[in-house]
């Protein structure tokens, strides 16, 4: 069965690392290719005209659609399609099939890739017949004017990839200034609910999300019936969220919720405004029900938010509740649905590290959950200063830079190749500040205390404190800055990593009697690694000076939670909810009466927390 003849329409400028990958993709599919060069100083032409197109050279308007109706004009072909240089058609293609209804345009899917791993999917006019009336219409985000009568018009199963937003590409071509000034000039002559949204999403994308709200608003006024408007309120949820006006938040998702229930990524940003309230119940309940429409049915909308992502934000929650197998599964989940997600592998090599996990061991869980290349877990152990990672060096042939064998020398414990290593390099970055200030306490070396000073930025009086933690002096009278007491648990993180428990026992001891946040913070340390009976001898004098200290309260039950001694915790989270009656308190009590079977408490509990957190829809559920 033959197919309807394709004019592929380009307009390009200097687009030499991405346009060859788009023609190869095409090929086959179309019958002849037409490029619009708008002032290319690169090998683009020379590219172009490698696969037999057809260049026209235009001067550029700062404006998109004059020179994408350029581009069209010199077609010959029964239908076009529309590419960026940026852009490649997905290999299962089959225009066959897409054009088998000869309709007069399709929607076709576009996947815009970003740099941390998410993408955003949305659909666009990209297939169209030639005909005179159909033109490109908008200075930036143009469209074809598809609003005219007897015009018929469907979606196909045609997926085009986007790379042109990852952050490495976005700032080498100005994208961002270009489409802010353009946007502005196009809102100023013609003040559409379209033209607003687009300049909404460029100023969140800024930041300015006071800004983008305002468009946001106004363009919602003047296109209530558009098929952006789900995104839309989408995006003013998430600027609400950012602007920290919760309240006008949630009742803006419900909302939106009522009139589009389908719209997965209204559920996953209401999840997040509620996350970031710290109603960690509340956002597992919208996370599910987005991970149930999202498996269900496609979307007909523009999606922003994938079922990996959700997956990842629910295990962030599950840890942050203390569930830690729950937040196992979600990750393994999350990994299951994108192998190629960082944020799921590194949360996946922490918890298995803390689990005293060998480097090989997490190799292959990481290998048996999803297929990764050595280098990428190779890169994931250095991250977490996993203390196999010279034993992984030994065995491979990696080109390495001399700092990474240097952080790897010194979690083997062999401190004074580590030494060696670090005085040959002679400066440090400060992403190895910590591991330098570890190495100079281990092995009580001025020159590498200074070199670690230089990146941390200490004072005189805190430098002298960590000269007193060197000779495990007594420490009296510290009052550290909010980089040191970070720079201070990385130093008893990093203890434990390298197994020097007396080095941990003599700093967390003199800090626990600086302050009780200490205390709190050295206790959950280790606990996360595993040394809970620990903790409990850390946290328990604590509780005796100060009964009424939430964090303790939390941290003590969260531990006899997880080792089954319930009667414990449920005291502990009592006097929790009576000291902090936050939504995690009670998300921690009643999620354990739950457990119990306490029906009555349940009850009791929640119509407390109902009174006190109104916004809270898990609050007004029935037990």
């Known amino acids: 069965m033959s197919r309807p003849s394709i004019s592929l329409c380009m307009i390009v400028k200097n687009e030499e690392s991405c346009l060859e990958s788009c023609l190869e993709s095409v090929q086959g599919h179309v019958d002849e290719i037409i490029i619009v060069d708008t002032g290319s100083t690169d090998r683009t032409v020379e590219i172009a005209e490698s696969f037999n197109a057809r260049v026209i050279y235009h001067d550029w308007k700062q404006d998109f659609a004059s020179a994408r109706n350029e581009s069209i004009k010199y077609a010959t072909k029964e239908y076009i399609l529309q590419l960026d240089a940026d852009e490649y058609l997905d290999d299962r293609t089959d225009f066959v ?15 815009n890739y970003k740099t941390d791993g998410l993408s955003v999917a949305h659909k666009s006019v990209r297939l169209f017949k030639r005909r005179p009336d159909f ?72 930041g300015s999300y006071g800004k983008a709200l305002s468009a946001f608003q106004e363009a919602f006024g003047l296109g209530k019936d558009r098929t952006y408007i789900p995104d839309l309120l989408s995006q003013m949820v998430i600027c ?45 309940i919208c996370y599910k029900h987005f991970l149930e429409i999202d498996e269900s049915q496609p979307s007909a909308y523009t999606k922003r938010v994938e079922s990996f992502l ?25 990994l299951s649905l994108n192998r190629n997600y960082l944020p799921s592998k ?12 060998s480097g090989i061991e997490i190799i292959s869980t990481i290998n048996s959950s999803n297929s990764s290349d050595y280098n990428t877990v190779f890169s994931l152990l250095y991250n977490t200063r996993h203390p196999d990672l010279l034993q992984i060096i030994k065995s491979g042939s990696f080109n390495l830079e001399p700092y990474v064998k240097a952080v790897a020398c010194l979690y083997a414990g062999e401190y004074e190749e580590a030494r060696k290593l670090w005085n040959q390099i002679g400066e440090v970055n400060k992403d190895n500040g910590k591991d330098v200030l570890l190495l100079g306490v281990l092995t009580q070396d001025l020159r590498l205390l200074q070199m670690s000073r230089d990146v941390i930025n200490l004072s005189d009086k805190e430098f002298k404190a ?23 648990l990385e130093l008893g993180r990093g203890f434990i990593l390298v197994q020097e428990y007396d080095w941990f026992e003599y700093l967390s001891t003199q800090l626990s009697g600086i302050s009780i946040r200490y205390r709190y913070l050295f206790s959950k340390l280790m606990h996360e690694y595993g040394f809970s009976e620990a903790a409990v001898d850390l946290i328990l004098p604590g509780l005796r000076t100060e009964p009424h200290n939430p964090d303790l309260l939390q941290l003590l039950g969260d531990i006899c939670r997880k080792y089954g001694n319930d009667e414990d915790a449920l005291d502990c989270y009592k006097d929790l909810v009576r000291a902090r009656p936050d939504m995690g308190s009670y998300t921690r009590l009643i999620r354990l009466l739950k457990r119990r079977g306490d029906k009555e408490n349940v009850h009791k509990y929640k119509r407390e927390m109902k009174m006190m957190y109104p916004l809270s829809n898990w609050a007004a559920m029935g037990d």
Not at 175 to 190: F, G, P, S, T, W
Not at 310 to 322: D, F, K, P, R, T
Not at 346 to 357: D, G, S, T, Y
Request: include cysteine; aromatic fraction near 10%.
């Open 97 to 111: 099939k897409a054009l088998a209804s000869e309709l007069d345009f399709y929607y076709v899917n576009i996947r």
């Open 135 to 206: 033109i490109f219409v908008g200075r930036i985000h143009e469209q074809i004017d598809v609003n005219q009568p007897n015009v018929r018009g469907g979606s196909a199963d045609v997926l085009i990839h986007h790379t042109g937003y990852t952050e490495d590409v976005y700032k080498e071509k100005n994208k961002h200034k270009r489409n802010m000034d353009i946007l502005i000039q196009e809102v100023q002559q013609n003040r559409t609910g379209f033209n607003l949204y687009n300049l909404g999403n460029q100023y969140a994308q800024e």
């Open 240 to 284: 609400l969220t950012h602007l920290k006006r919760y309240a006008e938040g949630i009742r803006l998702a419900n909302d939106a919720i009522a009139v589009y229930p389908s719209h997965a990524d209204l559920y996953a940003v209401q999840g997040n405004l509620y996350k970031q309230m710290e109603h960690y119940e509340d956002a597992l």
């Open 310 to 334: 959700v997956e990842y934000l629910a295990a962030q929650v599950h840890m942050e509740l203390g569930e830690e197998e729950e937040a196992y599964q979600a990750i393994l989940r999350s």
């Open 346 to 357: 590194m949360m996946l090599v922490k918890w298995l590290q803390c689990r005293h996990k």
């Open 466 to 488: 960590v000269k007193s933690i060197m000779y495990k002096e007594p420490l009296q009278g510290l009052v550290p800055s909010s980089s040191l007491q970070a720079y201070l």
